[in-house]
T-cell receptor
Framework: KQEVTQIPAALSVPEGENLVLNCSFT??????LQWFRQDPGKGLTSLLL?????REQTSGRLNASLDKSSGRSTLYIAASQPGDSATYLC???????????FGSGTQLTVLP | DGGITQSPKYLFRKEGQNVTLSCEQN?????MYWYRQDPGQGLRLIYY???????QKGDIAEGYSVSREKKESFPLTVTSAQKNPTAFYLC???????????FGPGTRLLVL
């Protein structure tokens, strides 16, 4: 069964710092991997989606990489801002059923 | 958020009571999903439906039931058989050809 792990569970950084969030998965036969953002008590917002054939995706200050063979993905946030404070979740899709398996998330706090 | 509405925002359940959570979408998406989120954890799939009048169990379907009589609606009933229902419930939708899932704002269920 696919398991998704995110380390660290929580991270606190000063404003302006570049940071990396990690995601690992046990079954490399994924269809795609997504990174989501969740604000407290809210739903999820999709940030980046990487297809299994891709190595990375970029959106503004965010860059996500995917290494299927090692079962790892990273989310790089450049020049962090207090508004980036949220929980970041990664999720993988196996096959074409579009069922997502989520990690438990990294709670990020960016201090002004 | 956006075209996905979940109601109510907070719901209180008494012992032995069935309660129903509403999820409505105007995105014309084919697939709809229900997830449960416990504190500090990722999302776990309860049920999903890819077309009207058809749905499948997810990883934690016991104690829950759903219906999909209309494309726009996918209500979730938390039955008295669910002994630990306190959680944050999220509804999501997706459409064929787009792997991203779009999430509603969530319903928090509490037990009195």
């Amino acid at each position: 069964k696919q398991e998704v792990t995110q380390i660290p569970a929580a991270l606190s950084v000063p404003e302006g710092e570049n940071l990396v969030l990690n995601c690992s998965f046990t079954d490399s036969a994924i269809y795609n991997l997504q990174w989501f953002r969740q604000d407290p008590g809210k739903g999820l917002t999709s940030l980046l989606l990487i297809q299994s054939s891709q190595r990375e995706q970029t959106s503004g200050r965010l860059n996500a990489s995917l290494d299927k063979s090692s079962g790892r993905s990273t989310l790089y946030i450049a020049a962090s801002q207090p508004g980036d404070s949220a929980t970041y979740l990664c999720a993988v899709t196996l096959g074409s059923a579009r069922q997502l398996t989520f990690g438990s998330g990294t709670q990020l706090t960016v201090l002004p | 958020d956006g075209g996905i509405t979940q109601s109510p925002k907070y719901l209180f359940r008494k012992e032995g009571q069935n309660v129903t959570l509403s999820c409505e979408q105007n995105l014309n998406h084919d697939a709809m999903y229900w997830y449960r989120q416990d504190p500090g954890q990722g999302l776990r799939l309860i049920y999903y439906s890819q077309i009207v009048n058809d749905f499948q169990k997810g990883d934690i379907a016991e104690g829950y039931s759903v219906s999909r009589e209309k494309k726009e609606s996918f209500p979730l009933t938390v039955t008295s058989a669910q002994k630990n229902p306190t959680a944050f419930y999220l509804c999501a939708t997706s459409t064929w050809g787009q792997e991203t899932q779009y999430f509603g704002p969530g319903t928090r269920l509490l037990v009195l």
